[in-house]
Nanobody, 121 residues
């Protein structure tokens, strides 16, 4: 059983920045591939970014160059640094453990409860 807890969401002006955190339970976080998804009202959950246990990173085209995923294995924590935020980045952001396909939410088995990010224009 893996428990994930996101934090760091909030209200920010367009062009601003936020950093999301996701703390994982357990002793083997360093072996997990992890990812971030988001879901806006009325839309499907969509892939944002992922990081392998080896440190390799992957991004959705919509956030490439603005968002940066990282991890601190000593703190069992996953991060998402979000810069140059846009109104369309408004969504609930979820962290999850990846066991399958990169951009498919079915490829992730454990999920956090989500944190709301609201970008005002």
């Amino acid at each position: 059983q893996v428990q994930l807890a996101e934090s760091g969401g909030g209200l920010v002006l367009a062009g601003g920045s936020l950093r999301l955190s996701c703390v994982a339970s357990g002793r083997t976080f360093s072996t997990y591939n992890m990812g971030w998804f988001r879901q806006a009202p009325g839309k499907e959950r969509e892939f944002v970014a992922s990081i392998n246990w080896t440190g390799g990173t992957y991004y959705a085209d919509s956030v490439k160059g603005r968002f940066f995923i990282s991890r601190n294995n000593a703190k069992n924590t996953l991060y998402l640094q979000m810069n140059s935020l846009k109104y369309e980045d408004t969504a609930v952001y979820y962290c999850a453990r990846r066991i399958g396909l990169l951009q498919d939410s079915n490829g992730y088995d454990y999920w956090g409860q989500g944190t709301q990010v609201t970008v005002s224009s």
